[in-house]
């Protein structure tokens, strides 16, 4: 850090009293959320879709515009803060104990890139690891940076580039409708619906990489960029800050912006379905109302989790979060495992709300398992890797 910039976070040996449980029911929390989002495109060609016209009735409808509200786009920044966060927490102990962080942060970003290629290639397309992997690099230019400017700087390059595009997309709504009309592309639908339901596992590999380079072509990095590498900032000044360490000293302030958020976040984030549904509606949706019901989420759970009683209710979702990475991968290789034809072949022809209930029947197991398995050892199995790769020697792993 910049000689003389006080750090509110203390470095200590991370012991299971000293952990900030409110960051482990967050990354809890994202787990489910992110869930509720890919769960539709593990078992349909949503890439090639309309979501909201292949579920335009009965429970389907309901339940997909409730995850709609609720989970898309809020998520994603979740973890990206939680990301941003985490990091400054292991750079303050790693200069505490003499250790480069740079050097530690980046073993760390080359497993996580090593195994986010791993998940896209040979598992699920839609994984965000490679993402968050190499947008780590970028965020090593930045980390020392003061905790106010590192909101400010986040805030900034995630606000203006999509206030702008936002207004381009609305104008160009009202004007042309058709322009910015969401449209399905029947012959990748096709293509998809196919070799997912009973391709060979070559073909399914290569269909994996054809989707992958769908959401991460040149273009679209862009976006992800801009839509995820802010977040990191935010979250790593947030750390710097204490505010989430220190929450009763705050509780005035957070309070404030809980209420805020979530009636802006939920403003934003039912507005195509009260105004026109098109693209920009739904870009405004989710570019906006996404991330203010993740400012919503964070500083309830935050103020929640100071409670005793809420405490308690909260610690299924802990366990989930410490080993988050594990449940994580642990969904994506249950749900291919069904649906893709080396499984019992069922993509394309579950039902939002089958795919729906299968998740929480799902999420229900990675609970009972992740509070059995957080039992009898302090990391998960994947995290155990990942401290193994990061510091170079086994960690303690039974309790």
Sequence with gaps: MKAGEPMKVT??????????????????????????????????????????????????????????????????????FLFGFGAIILAVRSEEKGISFPLLFTKRLSFLLVLGCIHAFFIWHGDILINYAIFGFAFLLFYKMKGRNLILLGSFCYVLPFAILGSLFLIMGIFDSDGVAITTDSKMMKQSLEIYQSGTFTEIMNQRAIDW??????????????????FFLIGAGVAKQGFLQNPNQYKSQMKAIMIVSLLFGLSFKILPYVTVYH?????????????????????????????????????PLSCIGRMSMSNYLFQSIICTSIFYSYGLGLYGSVSYTSGFVFLIALFCLQILLSLLWMGLFKYGPVEYIWRLVTYGKKPDMRR
């Design 213 to 230: 380079y769908m959401v991460n072509n040149p273009f679209n990095g862009i976006i992800l960029f801009l839509s995820i590498f802010p």
């Design 11 to 80: 470095m200590a040996p991370l012991q299971e009293s000293k952990r900030i449980v409110s960051i482990d029911a967050l990354r809890g929390l994202a787990i489910l959320g992110i869930f509720l989002v890919n769960m539709p495109s593990f078992h349909s060609p949503l890439l090639y879709i309309d979501g909201a016209e292949r579920w335009s009735g009965g429970w389907d409808r309901v339940l997909f515009r409730v995850s709609d509200v609720v989970a898309q786009a809020s998520f994603y920044p979740l973890f990206a």
């Design 279 to 315: 693209f920009g509606t739904i870009f405004v949706q989710d570019y906006f109302g996404g991330p203010l019901l993740t400012m919503f989420y964070i500083t309830a759970i935050t103020l929640l989790t100071e409670k005793t009683g809420a405490l308690r209710l909260f610690q």
